[in-house]
Nanobody
Framework: QVHLEQSGGGSVQAGGSLSLSCVAS????????MGWFRQFPGDRRELVAL???????NYLDSVKGRFVISRSRAKNTVNLQMNSLKPEDSAVYLC?????????????WGRGTQVTVSA
């Protein structure tokens, strides 16, 4: 069973920075892509950033220019540097990884990390 262990996050004032890190328990697996979602009260969830195996990166429009996703394939980690944070960025951030096999699509989720941005 693959686990995604998250660290980082916390509380900061608007304009500040926080970082998130996610490490997969199995370093000898390769994920087709890894990334971050965020979840708001009421369970609304949105994709924040994804980084693919070929290096392609996708960002949510509202975080472009402020957030930076990076990945270490050797260590099976994915990081999210969040700058110029806004109160509307407050949410639980979840690490996400996908691995395609002959059996289909395997999705993995971290347990979530709270990010709180005060005005």
């Amino acid at each position: 069973q693959v686990h995604l262990e998250q660290s980082g996050g916390g509380s900061v004032q608007a304009g500040g920075s926080l970082s998130l890190s996610c490490v997969a328990s199995e370093t000898d697996l390769s994920f087709n892509f890894m990334g971050w979602f965020r979840q708001f009260p009421g369970d609304r969830r949105e994709l924040v950033a994804l980084i693919f195996d070929d290096g392609e990166i996708n960002y949510l429009d509202s975080v472009k220019g402020r957030f930076v996703i990076s990945r270490s394939r050797a260590k099976n980690t994915v990081n999210l540097q969040m700058n110029s944070l806004k109160p509307e960025d407050s949410a639980v951030y979840l690490c996400y990884a996908v691995r395609y096999t002959n059996g289909g699509k395997n999705m993995y989720w971290g347990r979530g990390t709270q990010v709180t941005v005060s005005a």
